[in-house]
């Protein structure tokens, strides 16, 4: 078995092996006719942009080993800034190449340009639209779902293309390694894309879950009670979450990711709690028992399963965000957890707190400390108000600050504010454990 750090280093020297091969082959087997320094750097920057662009299916394909690895947070954000950075390279790729050999503008005339150029241009412009609907995907108002289809075909083209074009290009291609290299590495994304959209999908046909109840939870949520049909469900730890398609076979791609909020130890009958918000979310609510469910999952390191030596735990929970930890805490106490549990909860109202009164209770099973904090308190509440800030957190929080886990989930600005103030009051942050229920 090797530790966790170890595979975690070992996914990233694979990723910089695969990225950087085009250019060893390219070192090894220098192009046939030499262009210079400059246009052979040009070059190396497309190469490698390449099989940047193509490594993003795998960074999206949900591999589970790679995803337990470090978490969907981490890979998403790596996901983005990689694509920014190939981006870059894209874009330098042809200016040098205008630069040193200005002829080569005559290229982008898609009426007399060859196909290399042509498929140059039209992955370039894919890919300025891809990066574009992402980073501003909310200020131009589309919504997730044609976002992601878009996104997916976009992404296909820029690589299609790309190679394409390289493969057009020849004069570094043409060597049997390289052509190898590239056919390997377009194998490989063309699998992922196969494997995300018809055999995940295929398998989760196969295990099919029924809703067995839609609980009616405070602060507008619903509590969806899924029981496996004709299999046992899965295992998760605390805190983790999966992405669930409702009705529909999973080969649409209509899915959404909540967090489990039920027991780690019941794979048998699997909740999700969760807020009506948006075009989804909504119709929860109207969804009837017996309706078909399909799960891909679990996901996610957000979980006090990787922490069996911690002292304690403080879990800090803005409205919904509560989810995950009411699972930790459900476990906990199944499994007869002695250990310090201090949740931090801020809500709007009183009569906003989702599990309530389910944590009132489990205050009788666990070591169990609960600081509601209120946005807009009753009249008589004589416990804390406004938000989490540094100042509150010192008031509870122990002052062995190391000996305890720390798991934040809550609405982007509450984390951003609390994981400072937390690193403020000396918190290392190795201890600090954070999701984000919005992934783009
Ligand atoms: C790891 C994780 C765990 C989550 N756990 C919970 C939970 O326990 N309870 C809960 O109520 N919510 C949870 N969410 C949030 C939940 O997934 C979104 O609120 C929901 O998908 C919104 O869908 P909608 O169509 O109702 O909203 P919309 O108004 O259509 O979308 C609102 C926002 O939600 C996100 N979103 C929409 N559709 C998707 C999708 N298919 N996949 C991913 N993101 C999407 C987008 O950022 C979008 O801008 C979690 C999210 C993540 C990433």
């Known amino acids: 078995m090797h530790s966790p750090v170890v595979i975690a280093a070992g996914w990233i020297g694979a990723y910089l092996f695969i990225t950087l091969l085009p250019l060893l082959i390219l070192l090894i087997y220098p192009p046939l006719t030499g262009g210079g320094v400059w246009t052979d750097f040009s070059v190396a920057l497309g190469f490698i942009a390449l099989a940047m662009m193509a490594l993003q299916f795998a960074l999206t394909a949900r591999i589970n080993r790679v995803e337990a690895s470090y978490g969907i947070d981490i890979i998403l954000q790596f996901h983005r800034y990689i694509s920014l950075?190939?981006?870059?390279?894209?874009?330098?790729?042809?200016?040098?190449?205008?630069?040193?050999?200005?002829?080569?503008?005559?290229?982008?005339?898609?009426?007399?340009?060859?196909?290399?150029a042509r498929m140059a241009v039209t992955a370039t412009l894919a890919l300025i639209a891809l990066v574009v609907t992402t980073i501003w995907r909310q200020q131009l108002k589309i919504p997730y779902e044609p976002w992601r289809t878009s996104h997916g075909v976009l992404a296909v083209l820029t690589v299609g293309l790309g190679l394409g074009h390289a493969i057009g290009v020849g004069n570094y291609l043409g060597l049997f390694w390289k052509a190898v290299c590239w056919t390997a590495i377009a194998l490989v994304a063309l699998w992922l894309l196969v494997y995300v959209r018809l055999v995940k999908p295929w398998f989760m046909l196969k295990k099919p879950y029924l809703v067995e109840e839609v609980r009616p939870e405070r602060g507008n949520v619903w509590t969806l009670a899924l029981r496996p049909r004709g299999h046992e469900g899965f295992r998760f730890q605390p805190g983790q979450f999966a992405w669930i398609t409702l009705d529909i076979s999973p080969f649409r791609m209509r899915e959404h990711p909540f967090s489990m909020s039920s027991s780690g130890e019941h794979p048998e009958k699997i909740e999700f709690s969760i807020k009506a918000l948006g075009d989804f979310t909504n119709t929860i609510k109207d969804v009837k028992p017996g309706t078909k469910a399909f799960l891909d999952g679990p996901y996610g390191v957000f979980t006090t399963d990787r922490y069996e030596d911690s002292a304690g735990f403080v879990l800090i929970a803005g409205g919904i965000g509560i989810t995950p930890i009411i699972s930790m805490l459900v476990t906990a106490a199944e499994r007869k957890d002695d250990r310090p549990y201090l949740v931090i909860y801020a809500s709007k109202t009183w009569d906003d707190v989702t599990f309530r009164e389910e944590l009132e209770d489990l205050k009788k099973k666990l070591d169990l400390n609960i600081i509601h904090v209120l946005r807009e308190p009753p009249e008589d509440w004589s416990g804390e108000k406004g938000y989490v800030d540094k100042e509150l957190l010192e008031r509870y929080i122990p002052k062995r600050r190391a000996t305890r886990q720390y798991f934040i989930c809550a609405s982007p600005k509450m984390m951003d504010q609390v994981e400072l103030a937390l690193h403020d009051l000396g918190v290392p942050p190795t201890n600090i454990h954070m999701e984000h229920f919005n992934l783009v």
Do not use: G, K, M, S
Not at 97 to 102: G, H, K, T, Y
Not at 103 to 110: D, H, K, P, R, S
């Open 85 to 116: 950075v190939a981006f870059a390279f894209i874009l330098i790729h042809p200016l040098i190449l205008f630069i040193v050999q200005p002829e080569t503008l005559q290229l982008l005339n898609v009426f007399t340009a060859p196909w290399r």
